[in-house]
């Protein structure tokens, strides 16, 4: 699933954001700047993939 | 997917507040000012309120006064409309919100396309605006 930040404006005056497709918290640090340009976070909930691990490979294997 | 975040959006960028009046039907009717400016009342006098972003009366309503935005220390923006305009021209709390979401929709656009975003835009039956960012 390809990474995507939808944010829902309501005539309120209040913003609702959600990332998908993010894995762990790099959904949390890349919606960071918009939470800072837009106002004051109200609320804030994690789903279930926000405790998933976010693994990186880089192919190489250490020998013991 | 990872969170949900719901944010109070606060007025702190000047050409966004420019854009959103626009969307609100004032393209071409509000003054930008560095230093701020005094505000007038219905009847052309000088109020004590001044602004650096202004629509002048003429363009606000029915003897309507002039409404203005002021720059404070902390860079977020003061709203002066009089009690009159709130009661009869509707710059209510309800016009404020749809304001404030005109507001984050151009703040939001700016700061994604920075960033190498492309955006989408959605207007929504129930008067959400939402927007899609991709990259």
């Known amino acids: ?64 | 997917m990872s969170h949900y975040s719901e944010v109070a959006i606060e007025l702190t960028d000047e050409g966004c507040l420019v854009a959103a009046l626009s969307r609100l039907g004032f393209t071409g009717k509000v003054e930008v000012h560095k230093e701020a400016q005094a505000l007038y009342g219905y009847q052309g006098d000088m109020r004590l309120q001044k602004a650096h972003v202004i629509i002048r009366r003429q363009h606000v309503g029915s003897a309507a006064n002039d409404l203005g935005f002021e720059r404070q220390a902390d860079g977020k923006y003061r709203v002066w409309v009089s009690d009159y305009d709130v009661k009869y021209n509707k710059y209510d709390d309800a016009w404020m919100g749809r304001l404030k979401q005109a507001y984050g929709v151009e703040k939001a656009r700016t700061e994604a396309k920075k960033k190498g975003y492309r955006v989408s835009e959605q207007k929504l039956d129930d008067g959400r605006i939402r927007l899609v960012l991709r990259r």
């Open chain 1, 1 to 64: 699933m390809s990474e995507e930040i939808v944010l829902e404006f309501w005539e309120d005056g209040q913003v609702n954001l959600e990332g998908k497709g993010f894995k762990g918290q790099a959904c949390f640090k890349e919606m960071q700047f918009l939470k800072d340009a837009l106002g004051v976070e109200t609320s804030f909930t994690r789903k279930q993939e926000f405790y998933q691990m976010e693994v990186k490979r880089d192919g190489k294997v250490k020998a013991r």
